[in-house]
């Protein structure tokens, strides 16, 4: 699979990008808006994508669009990757307990898209987030 990970850090997921390319999957990590907008740009085609759940908060990003400083994957995939890729399988990644109030509140607003395949903890199960990409069921 051809995978698009959005995440910040690049030290800690140097590991997993690493482990997801041993299992023969292309990975672009793209770790901040620009970079995004960067790939976006490119038209190119991916399978999956895999969201941080913070991301940092940058200067185009409205403040009210934030939470802690933090861009929520939910306005990111809003604001660039929705109209791009519509129909390619997404899930978010989370460091957060995922019964804090905000990690329920995004829940919530993910599950309007078809294409939201789940919240995976950090650290994460290779092969959970893979099955949840591919719809494997």
Do not use: C, W
């Amino acid at each position: 699979m051809k995978l698009l990970l959005v995440d910040d850090n690049e030290v800690d997921m140097k590991e997993f990008r690493d482990l997801l390319e041993i299992n023969e999957h292309e990975v672009v990590h793209v770790h901040n808006t620009q970079e995004l907008k960067d790939v976006l740009a490119k038209s190119s085609k991916f399978d999956g994508i895999i969201l941080d759940l913070m991301f940092p908060l940058e200067d185009d990003i409205p403040d009210e669009e934030s939470e802690y400083g933090y861009r929520i994957g939910l306005l990111l995939y809003n604001r660039y990757l929705k109209e791009t890729y519509p129909d390619v399988p997404f899930v978010i990644l989370t460091a957060m307990d995922h019964k804090i109030q905000i990690h329920l509140q995004i829940l919530k607003n993910l599950v309007q898209f078809d294409s939201f395949k789940g919240i995976f903890q950090k650290p994460v199960d290779l092969n959970e987030l893979i099955k949840a990409l591919s719809n494997i069921d």
